[in-house]
C-alpha cells in the first residue's frame, strides 16, 4: 500500500520513467509470447523454438538494466533524516523500491498478454486478416500456465536485481564493525560512532559541547568526544575518487572477445548460429566472441570515462577543462559503465548492419522490435544516469553560481564532456564493429 501510494504522488518525470519501464517490459512480455506461440506452431523443431527464445534474453537483459536504473533515480526511495523514526530505513525502502518496479514491469506483461490476445483473436476477431498467425498459434489453445511464466520473467527479474543493487550496505572500515556498545545510563555509542542521547541527557544537554570532562547521574566523569584532526593544508582542493580498477579487465575481456571472433572466422562449417533477419550466418562461437566483446567494453567503459576526464585537464588547463575534467573524473563509474554498454549495442547494430544481405528477406516485425527495444533501453539508461549525475553535483552546481560562475561556463563545461567522450567512444566504437563484422563479412 506504501509503494502504491509513493507511486501516485510522484512527480511526473518519475512517472514517465516508471511508464518507460512499463512499455520496456511489455514489448519484452510480447516477444516471450511470440515465441511460444512459434513453439506451438512448429513443434517439430525445437532447435529454432530454443533458438528464438536466445534472442530473447538480450531484450530483457536491457530491460532489467533500464529498470534498475530507473530505481535508482527514484527519489521517493531515497534514504532522508526522520525515515528511519517512523520504521523506514534504508532496508524497507529497498523494499519498496523492489515493489514499486515489480508492479511497473507487471502491468506491462498484462499490456502484452492482452495484446497478444487481441492478435490472436480471443478477444475479438483475428486483426490483419491472419498475417502474423506464424508467431501466434491462433488454431491452438493458449496454455495459459507457460504464458504466465514467461510473462513473470521480466517482473521477477528486474525486482530482485532492483534489490541485491539497492540493498543496505555497511560502508564503515573493518575496525569500527560490531556491536554497538552502551556507556552509561543515558548514552551509547551507534553504529556510526557518534553518540546517541535520551532522555534527560539529551534534552538538556548535559555534557558540555565546548570540551572538559562532565558527569553522569551515576557520579563516573565523562571524556569528551575526540575532535577531528584538521586538514593539514585547507586551501587544497579534496582529491578526486581513484581511478575505476575495472579497465585492464575491459581491454582483456574485449582482446578475448576479438580474439575468439577471429578464431570463428577460420572455422570451415557454415552452421551452428542464424543471426535475426537477412544477417549472414556462421559458427556459434561468434556469438560467444560478441558477448565478450560487449562485457570488456562495459567493464572499459568507467576506466575510459575517467582517462577522457584526466585528459581534459593536462597540458596547462584553463578553469574550464579543470572543471569539465574534474566532473568526468568524479562520475566516471556512473556515467561510464551506461556509456560503455551503449558503445556495445552501437557496435552489434553497425557490425549486423554491415553484414545484411540486400538478396535475403528484411527485417521482420519481431526482429525491428527487439532491436527497438535494446537500443531504446540502453540510450534510456545512459540518459537516466547522466540525470542521476546532475542531481549528484547539484549542490556543487548551487554553490558555484553562488560564488558567481556563470551559468555559461557550466553549459559549455557539459558540453566539453560531451564532445570529449564522444571524440573518444565514438572511433572505439566503429574500431570494435569492424572486427566483429569481420569474421563474418566473408562468409
Not at 52 to 76: E, H, I, K, S
Not at 102 to 107: K, S, Y
Not at 121 to 133: H, I, Q, R, S, V
Not at 326 to 339: D, H, Q, S, W
Request: proline residues 8%; contains cysteine.
Amino acid at each position: 500500500m506504501l509503494a502504491l501510494r509513493l507511486t501516485r504522488g510522484s512527480h511526473p518525470a518519475v512517472q514517465l520513467r516508471r511508464l518507460l519501464v512499463a512499455v520496456a517490459s511489455a514489448g519484452t512480455g510480447f516477444l516471450l509470447l511470440c515465441t511460444l506461440g512459434y513453439a506451438m506452431g512448429h513443434p517439430d523443431s525445437p532447435a529454432a523454438s530454443a533458438l528464438r527464445l536466445g534472442w530473447c534474453a538480450t531484450p530483457l537483459a536491457a530491460t532489467v538494466y533500464f529498470a534498475v536504473a530507473v530505481a535508482r533515480t527514484d527519489p521517493a526511495t531515497k534514504p532522508r533524516p526522520g525515515l528511519s523514526a517512523i520504521g523506514l530505513g534504508s532496508g524497507r525502502l529497498m523494499a519498496i523500491s523492489a515493489t514499486t518496479t515489480a508492479l511497473a514491469c507487471t502491468l506491462g506483461s498484462m499490456l502484452a498478454l492482452l495484446f497478444f490476445l487481441h492478435l490472436r483473436g480471443d478477444l475479438t476477431g483475428m486483426p490483419f486478416d491472419g498475417a502474423a498467425a506464424e508467431f501466434l498459434a491462433s488454431d491452438q489453445p493458449l496454455p495459459l500456465p507457460a504464458a504466465l511464466t514467461l510473462l513473470a520473467l521480466v517482473p521477477v527479474i528486474a525486482s530482485v536485481a532492483v534489490a541485491l543493487v539497492l540493498r543496505p550496505r555497511d560502508i564503515r572500515p573493518a575496525s569500527e564493525k560490531g556491536p554497538a556498545r552502551s556507556y552509561g545510563r543515558f548514552g551509547a555509542y551507534g553504529r556510526s560512532g557518534s553518540r546517541e542521547t535520551f532522555g534527560t541527557y539529551g534534552r538538556f544537554g548535559a555534557r558540555l559541547r565546548g570540551g572538559g570532562r562532565s558527569e553522569t547521574e551515576d557520579g563516573t566523569a565523562e571524556q569528551p568526544e575526540p575532535t577531528p584532526a584538521p586538514d593539514p593544508d585547507p586551501s587544497r582542493p579534496p582529491a578526486p575518487r581513484e581511478a575505476p580498477r575495472g579497465l585492464p579487465w575491459g581491454i582483456a575481456v574485449l582482446a578475448a572477445g576479438l580474439a575468439v571472433e577471429a578464431y570463428a572466422s577460420r572455422a570451415k562449417d557454415g552452421g551452428g548460429l542464424s543471426l535475426p533477419g537477412g544477417l549472414a550466418d556462421g559458427p556459434a562461437s561468434v556469438l560467444v566472441g560478441w558477448v565478450l566483446t560487449a562485457i570488456g567494453l562495459a567493464l572499459a567503459g568507467p576506466g575510459l570515462t575517467h582517462l577522457c576526464g584526466r585528459l581534459l585537464q593536462s597540458v596547462s588547463p584553463g578553469a574550464l577543462r579543470l572543471l569539465a575534467g574534474r566532473v568526468l573524473m568524479e562520475e566516471a563509474t556512473r556515467i561510464g559503465r551506461p556509456l560503455g554498454v551503449v558503445c556495445a549495442v552501437a557496435s552489434g547494430a553497425f557490425a549486423m548492419t554491415a553484414l545484411y544481405d540486400p538478396n535475403a528477406p528484411s527485417f521482420g516485425p519481431l526482429t525491428t522490435l527487439g532491436g527497438l527495444l535494446v537500443t531504446g533501453c540502453t540510450v534510456a539508461t545512459l540518459l537516466t544516469a547522466a540525470l542521476e549525475a546532475k542531481h549528484a553535483r547539484a549542490d556543487t552546481t548551487a554553490a558555484l553560481l553562488r560564488l558567481g560562475a556563470p551559468a555559461t561556463m557550466l553549459r559549455s563545461a557539459a558540453a566539453l564532456r560531451a564532445g570529449a567522450l564522444l571524440a573518444l567512444f565514438l572511433p572505439l566504437t566503429l574500431l570494435v564493429a569492424e572486427l566483429a563484422a569481420l569474421p563474418l563479412a566473408g562468409r
